[in-house]
């Protein structure tokens, strides 16, 4: 795709994204379009569409970015592609939001921005995007759909839980990759979410999950999940982890339950030989809120390579909070509590120029620690997220 190509494309989605509503009402356009010319594909989709309307647009926005970087681009659309398969969708569905897309993006932008060169342009990347994923899913031989059994539900805060469940088969993923997932309670609405464990050869799996206030689907996962539920997940996706034999140093940063895939990847680390020297920064609202420090003071313990530090905004629990009441402090092998907003803290650390940089956690947490780094002098190269819908 050639250089002007692109700037058309990206031309076109800064105009729409720039407007008052204008990312939600092209999604608004596109659905309308979708259920209206091809009616049959609505029972892929959940009843209420805000959450996949959001992630749409935003997914789109980030193939937009990349345009330019194939090597990143194409992967990712290939996981798309093979995570897809869970729907059940054919070539011809995809042949269905393409046109829809194509067609609603040229009636949100109107005649006089809409040229022939735009039209043209936008045909390309949707195609390029239809066709890689269409080409991803039909490689793929591994099941489209697994499994699990929850085995345990355990509650640590009143809007978080841990779920640990017995898959029906063994998945292969990298420890730092995150699944899409469906509850029995939520048909069709599937979520986002990063096992805590590397991939076990017995099939097992387990989840941090926080409830999100006025959410559909993890206040039904902390709240009424029960033993013997059956989840479904997708295949894995995201680019997150730790090459072997890396030679440059770690620094790892994560808020609340953004804790689960750094977690995930510095267990698989600990089975290794030799790793890099890793600086964990664990943090959140309040002290209650950093409910895995025992298990990451055992790791820290054992493995010398590995320092945690915790960061708490406020310095006192919630007045909900009913817990041990342990302080943060009290755990062997976990440098001293930090308080303050996570960003701010470890950019003062300094530039954290000679590592390789994780961010897990909100979209707004995400943003905000990366600008405060790269503002402290770490090249934004270094720093990975996964993308934040």
Not at 179 to 203: D, E, F, H
Not at 286 to 299: A, G, K, Q
């Amino acid at each position: 795709m050639d250089s002007q190509t692109i700037a058309l494309i990206r031309t076109t989605f800064k105009a729409v994204a720039a407007e008052d509503d204008g990312p939600e009402r092209l999604a608004r356009s596109f659905y309308a379009i979708l259920f209206t010319d091809y009616p049959q594909v609505r029972d892929f989709f959940p009843a209420a569409l805000d959450a996949q309307r959001d992630r749409l647009v935003k997914a789109i926005g980030y193939a937009v970015d990349r345009l330019e970087e194939p090597e990143a681009l194409l992967p990712f659309l290939a996981q798309l592609g093979r995570d897809h398969r869970k729907y059940g969708i054919t070539g011809e569905h995809y042949v269905a939001v393409s046109k829809s897309l194509h067609t609603a993006l040229k009636a949100f932008a109107g005649t006089e921005l809409w040229t022939d060169d735009v039209d043209k342009a936008w045909a390309e990347a949707i195609g390029l995007i239809s066709d890689t994923m269409v080409e991803a899913a039909d490689r793929e031989t591994t099941p489209p759909i697994w499994t699990g059994t929850v085995v345990e539900h355990r509650e640590v805060l009143r809007n978080l839980a841990i779920v640990r469940l017995q898959l029906d088969q063994p998945m292969a993923y990298a420890a730092g990759q995150y699944l899409s997932v469906q509850i029995p309670s939520r048909p069709r609405m599937w979520r986002y979410m990063s096992p805590a464990t590397p991939a076990s050869p017995n099939g097992e799996i387990e989840f941090h999950v926080r409830g999100v206030t006025g959410g559909w689907v993890s206040p039904a996962m902390v709240g009424h999940t029960r033993i013997g539920d059956k989840w479904q997940f997708g295949s894995a996706l995201g680019g997150l982890g730790v090459p072997r034999n890396t030679r440059r140093k770690l620094l790892m940063i994560a808020c609340g339950t953004g804790i689960a895939p750094l977690r995930a990847q510095l267990m698989a680390m600990t089975q290794r030989r030799s790793n890099p020297m890793t600086h964990l920064f664990v943090g959140g609202h309040f002290p209650c809120d950093l409910y895995d420090l025992e298990m990451l003071s055992r790791m820290a313990m054992v493995n010398r390579w590995l320092t945690v530090t915790p960061v708490v905004e406020n310095d006192e629990n919630p007045w909900w909070y009913f817990g041990s009441g342990e302080s943060p402090d009290g755990f062997p092998n976990i440098e001293p509590l930090r308080i303050g907003q996570i960003g701010k803290v470890v950019a003062d650390y300094g530039p954290w120029a000679d590592r390789d940089v994780q961010i897990v956690g909100s979209p707004s947490m995400v943003q905000t620690t990366k600008f405060r780094l790269m503002a402290a002098g770490t090249p934004a190269e270094h720093i990975r997220h996964d993308p934040l819908f």
